[in-house]
Nanobody, 125 residues
Framework: QLQLVESGGGSVRPGGSLTLSCEASRFTLASSAIGWFRQAPGKEREWVSC????????DYADSVKGRFTIERDNAKNTVLLQMNSLKPEDTAVYYC??????????????????WGQGTQVTVSS
């Protein structure tokens, strides 16, 4: 089972930017689609974005489309989530997860077999 580690979270003002990183220890990410999810206090975990194993396909939730960009560098075993124009409603713990398939599966949490511990993102003035 992959072990994933997120980093890059923090506190920013509305309109600010952060880049989250997802890295794997001991295993390669190259054969898995990777998803980003978030969970705000009192809310269910929701899908944010996903990128296929090759990096050729990426999907985004409507709430972040045009503001967030997902990309991967398989040589560095890393997946990044660039978040721009952040809003208070983006405040949440962000998780990355590895899918059993090469391909994304929409907004479902099903199929994601390995999860990181999460990194906190707080957007506040």
């Amino acid at each position: 089972q992959l072990q994933l580690v997120e980093s890059g979270g923090g506190s920013v003002r509305p309109g600010g930017s952060l880049t989250l990183s997802c890295e794997a220890s001991r295993f390669t990410l190259a054969s898995s689609a990777i998803g980003w999810f978030r969970q705000a206090p009192g809310k269910e975990r929701e899908w944010v974005s996903c990128i296929s194993s090759s990096g050729s396909n990426a999907d985004y939730a409507d709430s972040v489309k045009g503001r967030f960009t997902i990309e991967r560098d398989n040589a560095k075993n890393t997946v990044l989530l660039q978040m721009n124009s952040l809003k208070p409603e983006d405040t949440a713990v962000y998780y990355c997860a590895a899918h059993w398939s090469h391909y994304c599966s929409g907004d479902s949490l099903d199929g994601y077999t390995s999860w990181g511990q999460g990194t906190q993102v707080t957007v506040s003035s």
